[in-house]
């Protein structure tokens, strides 16, 4: 079992930048893709981004690319969205995942942090 906690969401103006990372524990985290998906009020959860288990790897989905960046930190088991450029769209809870696959679906995940909420003002 993995155990994920997300932490570094709040309010912000479009516009500006958020940190969110991911503190795993449980099974290694070095062998597991990782990966951020949100859902909006109302909305079906999305893709957002994923990272391979050697970080040579991201996918993102286009309506972020350039704007937000994932990235692991294995010697701390942690993984970070780094988010910049925030528009109101932006505005859901954040999840992290893991899974020993890389995937866009959602249900491909197996391990889910409890999320964090991310809201960003016009």
């Known amino acids: 079992q993995v155990q994920l906690v997300e932490s570094g969401g709040g309010l912000v103006q479009a516009g500006g930048s958020l940190r969110l990372s991911c503190a795993a524990s449980?099974?290694?985290?070095?062998?597991?893709?990782m990966g951020w998906l949100r859902q909006a009020p109302g909305k079906e959860r999305e893709f957002v981004a994923a990272?391979?288990?050697?970080?040579?790897?991201?996918d993102y989905v286009d309506s972020v690319k350039g704007r937000l960046t994932i990235s692991r930190d294995n010697a701390k088991n942690t993984v970070y969205l780094q988010m910049n450029s925030l528009k109101p769209e932006d505005t859901a809870v954040y999840y992290c995942?893991?899974?020993?696959?890389?995937?866009?679906?959602?249900?491909?995940?197996?391990?889910w942090g409890q999320g964090t909420q991310v809201t960003v003002s016009s």
């Open positions: 990272i391979s288990w050697s970080g040579g790897r991201t």
């Open positions: 449980g099974r290694t985290f070095s062998r597991y893709a």
């Open positions: 995942a893991a899974d020993p696959a890389f995937t866009r679906v959602p249900r491909g995940w197996d391990y």
